[in-house]
């Protein structure tokens, strides 16, 4: 009872700290575009929130936040196959929330929160109902992003070295649905991405964590304890390693994958850890406190990175500078009753969000942060300034 008590707390600080986030981002423009772009089934989950619960920052990222918070559920459901301890699974759940790829794709609107969220409820319910459910979810992952056919591609993998011919056939038939929709990005001549793919993996994932993960895939192997989990995780990272050495990959395409392979990582870790004698742990003990020092220091820079302005010389370097400005630039204009302006597209289209529309009254001219002038418009955090424009009011007559 005391561990289903504390997995709830989990959840509900998470959900807190999720909240108040949203309030110190703005919309950027990638998700602009995805909003305002071609349509797509994370556009219908938004625009349905947007509806609902109005037209602003937390409802747009209200969809994202609640499938990382049912993702949480399904990982704690598939871990109790390979950690049956409740107290070691806090421990993996709590990895997994820190995780630096996690604790974007819960705010960000992109399809790595989606594609978390669907690797593992597929799972679950792979190892808990029937196959006809499998038949009926498969189709509707083939349908509504382009990231799932690497999912079919795992699974073609697994039921290939079953030998069940039967799923190998419906499988190759999602997969070549999901390439005739979105079709399938494999391009370009050698050109040296397999160390770029690397690092987004390590910063995704920590580097500690993804070397171990790795490993315990390898580990896997070797021993032969080769299930459905090892197969999407393993495929979906040697796909991507393969491609890179072509092209820059999406890794936010590959790593979800990545991510059903933890349980197996914690369970190769525990047992690694309890067949040694006490006086041979200390290394363990390192590895694993290393690891979360690393995870929780993260984690308070995500959550308090408009602080790093005040350390980084160019504002523009900051992670997550396109993430910001937009919401206080709209506010700032409408408190000079300029309700449309003319700009640059990332910037038009980022404003439409907080009800800037585009016009040919009013122009807005962004200014170079280097450049010492009196600016219409200046938008600071502690007295950095990150952006300053000029607006003129053009006569349309």
């Given at each position: ?40 089934f994370l556009q219908l989950i938004v625009n349905t ?293 003319t700009t640059d597209r990332r910037y038009e289209l ?48």
């Amino acid at each position: 009872m005391i561990y289903r008590f504390i997995f709830v707390s989990i959840i509900l600080i998470d959900a807190v700290i999720l909240f108040f986030q949203t309030l110190e981002l703005s919309i950027s423009f990638h998700e602009a575009e995805l909003l305002y772009g071609e349509f797509s089934f994370l556009q219908l989950i938004v625009n349905t929130s947007l509806l609902f619960f109005g037209h602003n920052d937390f409802a747009l990222r209200l969809p994202m936040i609640l499938l990382h918070l049912l993702s949480i559920v399904l990982l704690n459901e598939i871990s109790k196959k390979y950690i049956p301890s409740g107290k070691n699974r806090l421990w993996l759940i709590s990895a997994f929330i820190l995780l630096p790829g996690v604790v974007s794709s819960s705010l960000i609107v992109n399809s790595a929160g989606l594609l978390i969220f669907g690797i593992l409820l597929f799972v679950y319910v792979y190892e808990n109902y029937s196959i006809k459910f499998i038949y009926l979810l498969l189709p509707i992952y083939a349908v509504i992003d382009a990231g799932f056919v690497y999912l079919f591609l795992g699974l073609m993998t697994y039921h290939l070295f079953s030998k069940e011919k039967k799923c190998f056939l419906y499988n190759l038939s999602m997969f070549a649905l999901s390439i005739y929709i979105y079709g399938f990005e494999a391009h370009g001549t050698p050109s040296g991405h397999f160390l770029d793919a690397i690092g987004a993996y390590a910063a995704v994932f920590s580097p500690i964590i993804f070397i171990y993960l790795v490993y315990s895939l390898y580990r896997r192997y070797l021993a032969d304890k080769m299930d459905l989990e090892w197969y999407i995780a393993s495929t979906a990272l040697l796909v991507s390693l393969m491609l890179s050495f072509r092209q820059r990959v999406a890794i936010e395409y590959f790593a979800p994958y990545l991510m059903i392979g933890l349980p197996l990582a914690a369970q190769t870790f525990i047992s690694s850890y309890r067949v040694r004698l006490k006086i041979f742990r200390g290394g363990y003990k390192a590895i694993f406190t290393v690891s979360f020092i690393l995870l929780i220091l993260n984690t308070v820079i995500v959550l308090f990175n408009k602080d790093l302005y005040l350390i980084i010389e160019n504002p523009k370097k900051h992670f997550a500078y396109d993430m910001h400005i937009a919401k206080e630039l709209s506010q700032q204009l409408k408190s000079k009753d300029i309700n449309c302006v003319t700009t640059d597209r990332r910037y038009e289209l980022r404003l439409k969000f907080y009800g800037i529309s585009t016009c040919k009254e009013y122009r807005l001219v962004k200014n170079q942060l280097l450049e010492k002038k009196d600016s219409d418009v200046t938008i600071s955090y502690k007295n950095i300034v990150l952006y300053s424009a000029n607006v003129t009011k053009l006569n349309t007559e």
